[in-house]
């Protein structure tokens, strides 16, 4: 099976939800008969590249919102390679490159983010850009509960979680010099530093608790939260800024719990949620609809507060701080979640069975 994936954002360039589930499908597919390609855009300018994994990235010239008059002109001629076409949804350009095009490949689409918004023009386009797909992929069942996917197509829709790799802390030695260096307990939050991600109401929540925290992510937000938490006299914040990814995993293994209280539905799946689930860290976060709550179970693998809401935050952290015993039964039953929901593996497997259900192919 060939597979075209079509995407507006792809590695180096970005390193999202979306490009990380791009990369799995597309470098341990052949294990189950799929060979892929990503086709893509750049402000830096295009090219043609092979991962080191083995498939090929190819890269048009674009302008900085993601349109670009050569991948129109071309998709049509770069599709023509492919049995099936699989689109990262939302990206304008591509969707009206398809519709315009009168591809004959049939597509699947991956909702990932603002499906169904707009109105007009876009939405006409949009909604016509997912009624010609065969599969629309969605990866939680609360995103499309709450999502704008028009309830006519829900019948095509299928739900694949997003799934990451399985990787240990790198050694003992490691996860004892976070715990020094922050608190023989303490909570992370990790993401990037934006309004949406909810890290101001975390340090308004800490207020006249002070929980050692570790805030691993760098953005915009950072100098503000930086001032937000001098002013209430948070003296146990710590901000890490950006990590590698041997450091953010040792860190996780390292933490007591993990807190992403996003205040609005952002992207369809928690992927840093995941993350921590991988280290058996159990999670407090808040309900959005974006799929939050599909990762971390209410009292389960922690607990979920309704958004924005600032003393229900505390007092969630409050209830982590107080019943250890608790705490470790919730992070047991965080990480069998993520062996039986969101490995890497299961999500390429179901992406490969997806494929070969709309192409008529025996597994």
Request: glycine share 10%; hydrophobic share 40%; proline share 5%.
């Amino acid at each position: 099976m060939r597979v075209l994936h079509i995407c507006r954002v792809y590695f180096p360039d970005g390193c999202g939800v979306a490009e990380r589930a791009v990369h799995s499908i597309a470098s341990q597919g052949r294990a189950h008969g799929t060979d892929s390609r990503v086709l893509t855009v750049s402000a830096r300018g295009g090219s043609d590249e092979a991962d080191l994994s083995g498939y090929r990235i190819k890269r048009y010239s674009a302008w900085r919102n993601g349109g670009s008059l050569s991948f129109v002109a071309r998709f049509r001629r770069e599709a023509a390679w492919a049995d099936l076409l699989h689109f990262h949804f939302p990206w304008p350009c591509a969707q009206w490159a398809y519709l315009l095009g009168r591809v004959s490949a049939p597509a699947v689409a991956t909702v990932h983010s603002g499906a169904g918004g707009g109105a007009g023009l876009a939405r006409f386009g949009q909604d016509g850009f997912l009624g010609r797909m065969r599969r629309i992929i969605v990866t939680s069942p609360d995103y499309l509960e709450e999502s704008a996917i028009p309830r006519g197509l829900h019948g095509k829709v299928e739900i694949v979680p997003v799934g990451v790799e399985d990787v240990p802390a790198r050694d003992p030695e490691a996860v004892w010099r976070w715990r020094q260096r922050i608190g023989q307990r303490f909570f992370v939050f990790l993401g990037g530093l934006r309004d949406d991600k909810g890290a101001h109401h975390l340090l308004d929540a800490l207020k006249g608790r002070d929980y050692p925290l570790a805030i691993a992510g760098d953005g915009p937000e950072l100098p503000a939260l930086e001032a937000r938490a001098e002013a209430a006299g948070l003296r146990n914040v710590r901000f890490l800024g950006e990590l590698g990814d041997d450091d953010k995993h040792d860190l996780l293994a390292a933490a007591y719990g993990f807190v992403q209280p996003p205040c609005r539905r952002d992207e369809a799946c928690a992927l840093a949620q995941v993350e921590a689930s991988v280290h058996g860290v159990p999670m407090i976060s808040c309900e959005t609809g974006a799929g939050a709550s599909d990762v971390n179970v209410h009292e389960k693998t922690g607990l979920v507060v309704p958004s924005r809401e600032i003393e229900a935050l505390g007092a969630a952290m409050d209830r982590f701080w107080l019943e250890p015993a608790q705490v470790r039964a919730w992070g047991d039953a965080a990480r069998q979640r993520y062996v039986a929901r969101f490995t890497d593996q299961a999500m390429v497997a179901r992406h490969a069975a997806c494929y070969r259900a709309i192409l008529g192919r025996a597994a």
